[in-house]
């Protein structure tokens, strides 16, 4: 790659996980203790991260599908993101719970329309050979970018309680509003003048879906990685409140931001490697062992009785994260033809948004109906753990389906001499 390097290529996917690690990790929960009841926290849960990833998904696929139609990817991008500081700001001066829903859905909206074809860069552009890496790099920036997301939101961020105003809350929202769109930009600006893109002739593309070699595994890994994020989004939404009813933490927010942050530098410690490795071995025998970490550390925190445990538990939750993460974007990439990146991408990235609809939902339901039967506000979300692990579980049988092109495997890798087309 000599004009598009990979730091460019990667650099919006930071501002991306910046944006979603504040909100995520923080934002939202604030703002659902702010304006809900203890009983009705799944509920709220379920609407408000639920209806907006809904719109998430159309917004990702119809800017995908364009960009692939017009063969412009950057007019979306930075439309997307611009649209999406403005309802930012409108998020954080949200005065009730029905603004914060219809907000955040605009939020969601907005940057998935920059997403779709953002995505679709890496494909157009980076080498079969060379994904493994390019997926490392990748995964680094965005786990980098959770970090800082979640630093972010553990600085301007206030948990809800008797000592916080509205306007300390609002206001810590709106330092926090401005600290993403800043950072957006910048990512923005480094896409725009550091990967060039020459207008193409506008053309007819075939049914996004339409018949390829490799659809079937590709269907496989949707299919797998929703499993996997239905329960990663699982542990986002419901942890802070986990550890506020299940294991009675005073400092809920702060806490949550803090596990969070490590398992995030667990996965980044974890990724690189990976990653590398991932260009020299299967790349499903790195995942199959990411997510044997992950099961296992969501098992432990379904039946742990004390805090003291939770810090082990993150790194174990971490490391598996990083692992999955450096890997599954580039086993997409070898599964993908030529010149329907940016729809197919938006596809396969259904299998992430999919689960931000289904995912608070079930968990919202669990929590609220758990409280209702056992009259304890914590047995909920002890279920919601054990619920992650068996997703993951689901996640690792679905990707036994999923046949992996050699061309991922370079020639100094484990797989040499005469190999088959698949393993």
């Given at each position: ?303 742990i009785a004390a805090p003291s445990k939770l810090l082990a538990l993150s790194i174990v939750l971490g490391l598996g994260w990083g692992a999955y993460y450096s ?97």
């Amino acid at each position: 790659m000599k004009k598009d390097n990979l730091v460019s290529l990667s650099a919006f996917w930071f501002a991306w996980e910046l944006h979603w690690g504040a909100l995520l990790g923080a934002a939202l929960q604030g703002q659902i203790a702010r304006f809900t009841t203890p009983d009705l926290i799944g509920t709220a849960t379920a609407v408000l991260l639920g209806g907006g990833a809904a719109f998430s998904i159309l917004a990702q696929y119809g800017s995908g599908r364009l960009s692939d139609r017009s063969g412009r990817r950057m007019p979306f991008i930075i439309v997307g993101t611009l649209l999406d500081i403005a309802a930012l700001f409108a998020f954080a001066l949200s005065p009730s719970f029905l603004v914060v829903v219809v907000t955040f859905a605009l939020v969601q909206i907005s940057l998935n329309a920059a997403c779709g074809p953002y995505q679709a860069l890496m494909p157009d552009r980076v080498a079969m050979s060379a994904r493994g890496r390019a997926s490392a790099i990748m995964g680094l920036f965005r786990l980098a970018g959770t970090a800082a997301g979640l630093l972010a939101a553990r600085l301007f961020v206030h948990q809800p309680g008797p000592n916080v105003t509205a306007t300390m809350f609002t206001g810590g929202l709106l330092k926090l509003a401005v600290v993403i769109s800043v950072v957006l930009l910048v990512a923005l600006a480094v896409t725009m003048f550091g990967i060039s893109e020459r207008a193409q002739p506008p053309r007819e593309q075939p049914p996004s879906f339409g018949d390829w070699p490799a659809r079937s595994s590709f269907i496989w890994l949707i299919a797998s990685r929703a499993a996997v994020n239905m329960g990663l989004y699982l542990i986002l939404p419901f942890l802070a409140f986990y550890l506020r009813f299940s294991q009675h933490v005073a400092k809920y927010l702060a806490t949550s931001v803090d596990l969070l942050l490590v398992m995030t530098v667990c996965a980044i410690v974890g990724t690189v490697p990976a990653g590398i490795a991932g260009d020299r071995m299967p790349k499903k025998a790195i995942l199959y062992g990411a997510l044997v970490l992950l099961a296992a550390g969501a098992t432990a925190l379904s039946v742990i009785a004390a805090p003291s445990k939770l810090l082990a538990l993150s790194i174990v939750l971490g490391l598996g994260w990083g692992a999955y993460y450096s890997v599954d974007w580039a086993l997409a990439c070898m599964l993908l033809p030529e010149g329907r990146a940016g729809a197919l991408m938006a596809i396969w990235n259904i299998g992430a948004s999919a689960p931000q609809v289904v995912a608070p939902i079930v968990g919202g339901l669990i929590v609220d109906r758990s409280a209702a039967l056992t009259h304890d506000l914590g047995f909920g979300y002890r279920l919601v753990f054990a619920l992650v692990a068996l997703f993951v579980l689901l996640g690792a049988g679905g990707l036994a389906f999923v046949r992996e092109p050699r061309a991922g495997l370079t020639e100094s890798g484990l797989v040499t001499g005469h190999r088959p087309d698949a393993i």
